[in-house]
């Protein structure tokens, strides 16, 4: 039976049950904290994504109209020289510059435009990064819940490494590393390390390495596949290295 988030397992009464076992519900944690990775993730390039793309935009824009306003400047100021130079064509020299001057003025409202248009940016890019932070706070927050539902789990699967004489260690997406130290001999307490890959990420278990190789390990594997019970073959394999050893 699985303990319920927040309960301590009763580790005598799993080993004394027919078929003891642990659901750490480890598959389910990993997916749902990929699939809220990958949202938040999402969410940020599609967020990075459209401003950039605004920001390129409106770059482009400025540029045009810088141009367009250093083109007129220049045109004034030949109009200017003109002025000085040909008194006889005054009257059209000045309604040139009065030309010039409206397309400046038109200018400086497009300007004036483009600026209320990147402040409305500013604002928006505001909201983005205040959801963005909100998302973030959001995150850790469940972030520590989670750390606080696992420390008593990580509590009693170190007491369940004491009672298979172990160490059970994640080493890849469900899969686990087990390690023994066997002790050989009466006298001399030398010991001998021990230690097996073990994949459950699909229906049909599989031990991936093995040191040393155990010629009993594909019945084994067998009995386990047919029980589905891990701690049972835990024990089962340290009994097989022993004998290895003896």
């Known amino acids: 039976m699985a303990p ?23 598959s389910t944690y ?36 810088a141009e ?3 083109s007129i400047e220049k045109e004034t100021n030949q109009c200017k020289l003109r002025e000085i130079e ?40 505001e909201q983005y990064r205040a959801r963005v932070g909100s ?7 469940e972030r520590l819940t ?15 490494e004491r009672a298979l004489g172990c160490v059970i260690e994640g080493v890849g997406p469900d899969q686990l590393l087990i390690r023994f130290s066997i002790k050989v001999g009466e006298g001399d307490g030398s010991k001998q390390d021990a230690s097996f890959v073990l994949d459950v990420s699909l229906q049909s278990y599989r031990v991936l390495t093995s040191t040393p190789l155990l010629p009993t390990l594909p019945i084994l ?7 589905r019970d891990v701690f049972t073959f835990i024990k089962q394999m340290r009994q097989a290295f022993a004998e290895l050893f003896a």
């Open 4 to 26: 319920r988030p927040g309960q301590f397992l009763n580790l005598a009464a799993i080993l004394d049950s027919q078929n003891p076992s642990i659901d750490l519900h480890l």
């Open 30 to 65: 990993d997916a749902s904290t990929k699939n809220f990775s990958k949202a938040i993730t999402d969410f940020n390039n599609r967020a990075v994504a459209e401003i950039t793309q605004r920001r390129e935009a409106h770059a482009a824009d400025r540029k045009k109209l």
């Open 68 to 70: 367009r306003a250093q």
């Open 86 to 125: 040909l008194i006889g064509v005054l009257e059209r020299e000045r309604e040139e510059t009065k030309e010039a001057e409206s397309s400046v003025s038109a200018l400086r409202r497009q300007v004036v435009a483009q600026k209320e248009a990147l402040a409305a940016l500013d604002a928006e890019i």
């Open 135 to 141: 998302l973030r706070r959001e995150r850790e927050r």
């Open 146 to 160: 989670l750390e606080q539902h696992m420390a008593p789990l990580a509590a009693e699967a170190r007491a369940c």
């Open 221 to 227: 594997l067998d009995q386990l596949n047919e029980s």
